[in-house]
């Protein structure tokens, strides 16, 4: 008689994860479409409805959408890069370019909130090896982040700093913190930290795929983070090595 006796947690895990996952979609698909639906059944309801509440529920609608739209983007990004069939090049990419072009996109969103970001270009002409787009979704989700939970006239930095072989992008913030609890939990799928009350939109997708991208690179990312003080997030990449006239500068 052969007995074979095989350790099926792992197994298990991921079943887990993968039923944990799906419940986790269709929540947060379901979400922005229940508001869609119900704003556009009131308004098909009422076709005498004064102008500017049909533009406020106008509104909505289009705002959910947008969310919708964002969510579908960030779980094909993430399911992509799961499959191991995203692409990705390997250029030399010049840092202070992808930065400033982050930079400007999101001055808006700052200065809605009065905050100030500062960003003190080193030297332009340093580069890191890697895929410029997901490398500005990196900076862009960080960015985003520090913008979104950082209360009204709070501080933005952003630096760059070099080491031996890797670049060390940091942003930091003024803002709410993260629970030191909940550091392990951050980069997961979904995961938000449950601030009562907190009104802040998102669908915890962003440093999921961050850490992501980050992987992909063969870097790392570090947080240091005090609750109410403020949240550092640094990602290393490593450094170019061909000569900085091959960069791609766009
Ligand atoms: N700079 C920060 N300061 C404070 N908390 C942060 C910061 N960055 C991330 N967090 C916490 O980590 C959680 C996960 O971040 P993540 O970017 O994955 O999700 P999100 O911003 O909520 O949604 P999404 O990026 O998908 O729109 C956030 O919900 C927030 O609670
Ligand atoms: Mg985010």
Redesign the pocket.
């Known amino acids: 008689m052969v007995m074979v006796i095989r350790d099926v947690s792992r197994e298990r895990e991921i079943d887990r994860m993968k039923t944990n996952f799906i419940s986790s979609v269709s929540h947060e698909l379901r979400t922005p479409l229940t508001s869609i639906k119900a704003y556009t059944a009131t308004i098909l309801r009422d076709p005498d409805m004064p102008k500017k509440i049909r533009n406020q529920f106008l509104t909505i609608i289009d705002e959910e959408s947008n969310r919708l739209a964002?969510?579908i983007e960030?779980l094909l990004e993430v399911s992509k890069i799961e499959s191991g069939t995203a692409e990705m090049s390997k250029q030399n990419v010049y840092i202070g370019g992808v930065i400033n072009q982050v930079l400007s996109a999101l001055q808006p969103l700052a200065d809605n909130k009065h905050i100030r970001i500062k960003y003190e270009q080193q030297d332009k002409f340093l580069a890191l090896a890697g895929d410029k787009l997901k490398i500005q979704s990196v900076v862009t989700?960080?960015l985003?982040?520090?913008i979104?939970?950082?209360s009204e006239f709070g501080h933005v930095t952003v630096s760059v700093r070099r080491t031996e072989y890797e670049l060390g992008i940091s942003?930091s913030?003024t803002?709410?913190?993260?629970p030191t609890e909940?550091l392990p939990r951050?980069?997961d799928r979904f995961?938000?930290?449950y601030?009562p009350g907190?009104q802040?939109?998102?669908?915890?997708?962003?440093?999921?795929?961050?850490k992501k991208i980050v992987d992909m690179h063969g870097g790392r990312i570090e947080?240091e983070?005090d609750e109410g003080q403020?949240?550092t997030?640094t990602v290393y990449l490593p450094l170019a090595t061909e000569p900085a006239q091959t960069c791609t500068t766009q």
């Open positions: 964002k969510l960030d989700n960080l985003n982040n520090a979104k939970f950082t942003v913030d803002g709410v913190g993260i909940a951050i980069f995961y938000r930290v601030r907190e802040i939109s998102g669908t915890g997708l962003g440093l999921a795929i961050v947080v983070s403020g949240s997030f």
